[in-house]
């Protein structure tokens, strides 16, 4: 199993809404990605979780809150988006040495729209 | 500040010829570089990577060749097929630092088309 899966696939939420974007793998892998991609441009990182903890967040403002549970799950709770935050929301994840560190697998995304 | 950089928005190629796609960065503490192909309505899909200790890196159809004097990759589709129609990212990273193994750096990415 090499798949990354994403749920939902498209989301329109409110800015007063809490909703929240789902990842699983199952590659073993314990480092997993949150990537925000706007329309035209080039992924960038947002938060890197390497065995459940938080390792990496790129000064993302607080209205994104990831979540861990385990190894195999990775959240993204939204809460008072704004309009500028739709995007797609990539997960990604890794092994954590190695050759293939580098090597990100994606899911294919969670387009989010703000309304 | 861009760091990684494809100057090229687009690239049209004929079928069975070869694609080019270039890539600059000017981050000098990068020491690894991938390319990804990404598809309309699907995540990045890995392709090939290099290691800053080469300066080719072959796998079937694809080659990536890496100038570090010049801080400059390529990569190389021969031959060149209409599946091949996709954007292509190239990306780069530090592998130094402890838990930066994802925190990669993506071009603008490249639009190519390959027509029959």
């Known amino acids: 199993d090499t798949e990354v899966t994403q749920t939902p696939k498209h989301l329109v939420m409110g800015m007063t809404n809490k909703k929240s974007l789902k990842c699983e793998q199952h590659m073993g892998h314990r480092a997993m990605y949150w990537y925000k991609q706007k329309a035209k441009k080039p992924p960038e990182l947002m938060f890197v979780?390497?065995?459940?903890?938080?390792?990496i967040n790129e000064s993302v403002p607080s209205r994104f809150s990831p979540e861990c549970p385990n190894s195999s799950l990775l959240n993204l709770h939204l809460h008072a988006l704004q309009p500028e935050d739709s995007a797609l929301y990539l997960c990604?994840?890794?092994?954590?040495?190695?050759?293939?560190?580098?090597?990100?697998?994606f899911g294919e995304g969670s387009r989010l729209t703000v309304l | 500040d861009q760091q990684v950089k494809q100057n090229s928005p687009s690239l049209s190629v004929q079928e069975g010829r070869i694609s080019i796609l270039n890539c600059d960065y000017t981050?000098?503490?990068?020491?690894?570089f991938l390319w990804y192909k990404k598809y309309p309505a699907e995540g990045p899909t890995f392709l090939i990577s290099i290691s800053s200790i080469k300066d080719k890196n072959e796998d079937g159809r694809f080659t990536v060749f890496l100038n570090k004097s010049a801080k400059h990759l390529s990569l190389h589709i021969v031959p060149s097929q209409p599946g091949d129609s996709a954007v292509y990212f190239c990306?780069?990273?530090?592998?130094?630092?402890?838990?930066?193994?994802?925190?990669?750096?993506f071009g603008q990415g490249t639009i190519l088309t390959v027509h029959p």
């Open positions: 990306a780069a990273k530090s592998r130094t630092g402890g838990t930066s193994y994802g925190k990669l750096t």
């Open positions: 979780y390497s065995y459940e903890k938080l390792s």
């Open positions: 990604a994840s890794s092994q954590t040495s190695g050759v293939g560190a580098g090597e990100l697998f």
């Open positions: 981050n000098s503490m990068f020491d690894y």
